[in-house]
């Protein structure tokens, strides 16, 4: 069974910076791409970034320029590096890995964590 767990929320002043974490466990062969999503209070989940297994990137433009995505493809690990941090950036933050397989076979699903809450106070 695969699971993601989140890690390195929390809450920081505003202009601080916070490194999230994403690690997936269980039987993965591979993990395509792999994404951080945000949802705040009242609002719908948005996504924040995506990085392709081929390391190509690519960021909400409310994130462009504060946050950088990298994936540890030999830990199976996603990070979220965010600067520069606003109040409006508030939100659970919950990482994606996108078309998942667990074997040799094109059988892929994707998996959600289960969200940290990232808090920036002004």
């Known amino acids: 069974q695969v699971q993601l767990v989140e890690s390195g929320g929390g809450t920081v002043q505003a202009g601080g910076s916070l490194r999230l974490s994403c690690a997936a466990s269980g039987s993965i062969f591979r993990i395509d791409d792999w994404a951080w999503y945000r949802q705040a209070p009242g609002k719908h989940r948005e996504l924040v970034a995506r990085?392709?297994?081929?390391?190509?990137?690519r960021y909400v433009d409310s994130a462009k320029g504060r946050f950088s995505n990298s994936r540890d493809n030999d830990k199976d690990s996603l990070y979220l590096q965010m600067n520069t941090l606003k109040p409006e950036d508030t939100a659970v933050y919950y990482c994606?890995?996108?078309?998942?397989?667990?074997?040799?076979?094109?059988?892929?699903?994707?998996?959600w964590g289960q969200g940290t809450q990232v808090t920036v106070s002004s």
């Open positions: 990085i392709t297994s081929e390391g190509n990137t």
């Open positions: 994606k890995a996108e078309r998942l397989g667990t074997d040799r076979s094109l059988r892929a699903h994707d998996y």
